[in-house]
């Protein structure tokens, strides 16, 4: 009995030793998620608290106080604080928000994205909670970028700071508000584009370039209306907003992959770390395992947890006639009162382990609206896709899928039964769709080290260096417009050349003169 006691004290001793010294070493982190409204951003912010709080750091989120941690996947160790926003205080999430970004015009979209962002700024910056998180003395600070709320905490906590983007890095340094990532837009496509991929005829770059630069008005009118804000409550007055990510910012997550994303320019500090969040498949809930154990091939169909509702509302009967034709089974995310006309093939659920489906080998198709999580989980699986962008950037990942990839077709969010049927049957009918599926999935997962690696090792690797500024090129950051495309150099050549052919021109002109006067001279004599 004493050999056993004293065999369970050694034991538990070397476990806390193990536990101390994991937690040597580790950080203090602070994340900021795209919090106005709980969306596939804010999972993926979570997952990385999770991560970061496995690995040792102390971890700690910054949200609004309609966040409710006690109905999220976030690791208890996670410490959350949060700000107060008025009661009224809509969300991104709120279906007539959704509505105005689904079929409203990019103007009304961007008037009411800034106007919920700054409601929010608003909200933190007489919260008091910014100095309370001042005086925890973190090592580092990630946020997303789509957050404008943010950036106000860059310069006041003067730190290392990591964004994270949802997709891939679209913002140029010279027109102001850029990450100092070049993206040349003769061949990159802008993240709002539809229908556009690197390869564009002229009247396809020109609406790249428009694109482009509303993109970057929109960030310079958002970056202006942050500092008259931060300005108004006395943070950093003397400091200019415009260039704070570019000068603070030391490495960018790009929650993407090469496999998918066009080739272009990357700097050593974007990295890379699309399906982050993706796991082989796990077992299914009995009630769902006992669905596909039954059926012959599937269809899973879902529109995400924001617009699924939307697309519910305006499309249910056309989409329960078409899966009413089809010999398939559909398993289908229905949010809102099931209707009693529901087919004996479809079954419908308010909530699916989307990936854990779409790894099963029974799913033949997947019909989604396209947001980054369903994309990158269709190419992880290899499953071809009907896709249905309904907002935002969906339709660029639609674009990525059914042209990059040629793994599924693409049809319009205002499809007919018609539209849907035809799609699905092409999808399902022709391999070649599916083979790509399978040679994407392949590249897809073809990485030296895992994306949670991946990111462990960046995280790590910023606060080491104290920022890491040797990653980033300081003389593209020092550089305008003129230079960056070497204006300056065309224009002193083009001057150089014009005063040489001037120069010939009246050398030639004065030659000719004395030769004739020479000659009438001679005429003369």
């Known amino acids: 009995m004493k050999i056993e006691m004293a065999w369970r004290q050694t034991f538990m001793v070397l476990i806390w030793t193990f ?46 106080n309609r966040y409710d941690e006690s109905k999220r996947s976030i690791d208890k160790r996670v410490t959350v604080h949060k700000f107060q926003i008025p009661a009224e205080t809509r969300l991104n999430s709120d279906v007539d928000v959704l509505r105005i970004f689904m079929d409203g015009t990019p103007s009304e979209a961007g008037e009411i994205f800034f106007k919920l962002q700054f409601s929010f700024c608003d909200s933190l910056l007489k919260s008091g909670l910014m100095e309370r998180l001042k005086t925890m003395d973190f090592n580092l600070f990630i946020a ?13 906590l003067d730190i290392p700071v990591i964004y994270y983007e949802n ?4 913002n140029d340094s010279p ?7 070049p993206t040349p837009w003769s061949f990159i496509p802008n993240l709002m584009s539809a229908d556009l991929s690197d390869n564009m005829r002229f009247a396809e770059r020109v609406q790249n370039v428009f694109l482009h630069l509303l993109m970057q008005m929109f960030r310079l009118k958002a970056l202006s209306t942050a500092q008259e804000l931060r300005d108004s409550y006395g943070y950093n007055k003397t400091v200019d907003i415009r260039n704070s990510a570019r000068d603070r910012v030391a490495l960018i997550f790009s929650n993407s992959h090469i496999s998918i994303d066009y080739p272009r320019p990357r700097m050593p500090n974007h990295i890379y770390i699309g399906g982050l969040s993706i796991l082989p498949p796990q077992p299914l809930p009995n009630h769902i395992a006992t669905i596909m154990e039954q059926a012959s ?4 169909v879902s529109f995400g947890s924001s617009f699924n509702e939307l697309v519910i509302e305006k499309k249910k009967n056309v ?34 382990p989307q990936s854990d489906l779409l790894g099963h080998p029974k799913t033949r198709v997947f019909v989604t609206h396209c947001g980054q999580s369903s994309t990158l989980e269709a190419i992880y699986h290899g499953v071809p896709v009907v896709a249905i962008p309904l907002a935002a950037d969906q339709p660029y990942h639609a674009t990525q899928l059914t ?7 693409r049809i319009d969010k205002n499809f007919t039964a018609d539209d849907l049927g035809n799609a699905i049957r092409k999808v399902i009918g022709n391999e070649t769709y599916a083979k790509n599926a399978r040679k994407m999935s392949n590249q897809f997962r073809d990485n030296p080290i895992s994306p949670k690696e991946t990111f462990q090792y960046w995280v790590n690797y910023v606060i080491r260096h104290k920022g890491a500024p040797h990653l980033k090129s300081q003389g593209l950051n020092q550089l ?28 030639c002109r004065c030659t000719l003169r004395k030769c004739k006067s020479k000659c009438q001279h001679a005429k003369k004599d």
């Open 144 to 156: 997303d970028q789509a957050d404008m709320c943010s950036v106000l905490l860059l310069d006041y």
């Open 297 to 300: 091939e599937v269809i899973v």
């Open 167 to 170: 997709g891939d890095v679209y």
């Open 319 to 352: 989409l329960l006639d078409v899966f009413a034709t089809l010999p398939q089974t559909i398993v289908w995310r229905f949010d809102g009162k099931i209707p009693g006309n529901i087919p004996k093939n479809v079954h419908v659920f308010p909530w699916l």
């Open 19 to 64: 536990i101390g010294l994991k937690n040597i070493g580790g950080y203090k982190i602070l994340m900021y998620p795209y919090g106005i409204g709980v969306t596939s951003r804010v999972t993926n912010m979570e997952k990385m608290c999770n991560i970061l709080a496995e690995n040792g750091h102390d971890v700690s989120m910054v949200i609004s």
């Open 403 to 409: 042209t990059r990839a040629n793994m599924g077709v």
């Open 175 to 181: 027109l102001g508000g850029g990450l100092g990532h």
């Open 480 to 507: 305008n417009i003129a230079q960056y495309f070497l204006l300056d150099i065309m224009a002193a050549l083009l001057l150089l050349i014009v005063s040489l052919i001037f120069m010939v021109y009246f050398m």
